[in-house]
Nanobody, 123 residues
Framework: QVQLVESGGGLVQAGDPLTLSCAVS????????VGWFRQAPWKEREFVAS????????VNVDSGQGRFTISRDNAKNTVYLQMHSLKPEDTAAYYC????????????????WGQGTRVTVSS
């Protein structure tokens, strides 16, 4: 059974960088696309970025284009979300999720989710 564990969240100041990690275990990492989503208080879950098994990726243009980068290290079974120039509106719980097949921006296409890591950006 696939399991995902996020790490790297914390309290940072506006303009700081932060890198989140998603460690995947219990399955063939090479078969999975992994996505990052976030959910702020009283808001719906929002797509952040996703990366496919072959490395193809997508980043939410509205929120992360130019500031967020997603990557994967197949040797470490880990997907990273590098975030730069963080803003207070980036404050949220960040979740990673896995699915087979192509990467996707739709949260309903993902079958397994991590517990989340919280990011707080102070102004």
């Amino acid at each position: 059974q696939v399991q995902l564990v996020e790490s790297g969240g914390g309290l940072v100041q506006a303009g700081d960088p932060l890198t989140l990690s998603c460690a995947v275990s219990g399955g063939n990492f090479g078969n999975y696309a992994v996505g990052w989503f976030r959910q702020a208080p009283w808001k719906e879950r929002e797509f952040v970025a996703s990366i496919g098994a072959s490395g193809g990726s997508a980043v939410n243009v509205d929120s992360g284009q130019g500031r967020f980068t997603i990557s994967r290290d197949n040797a470490k079974n880990t997907v990273y979300l590098q975030m730069h120039s963080l803003k207070p509106e980036d404050t949220a719980a960040y979740y990673c999720a896995a699915k087979t097949g192509h990467f996707s921006a739709s949260p309903t296409s993902y079958t397994t989710w991590g517990q989340g890591t919280r990011v707080t950006v102070s102004s």
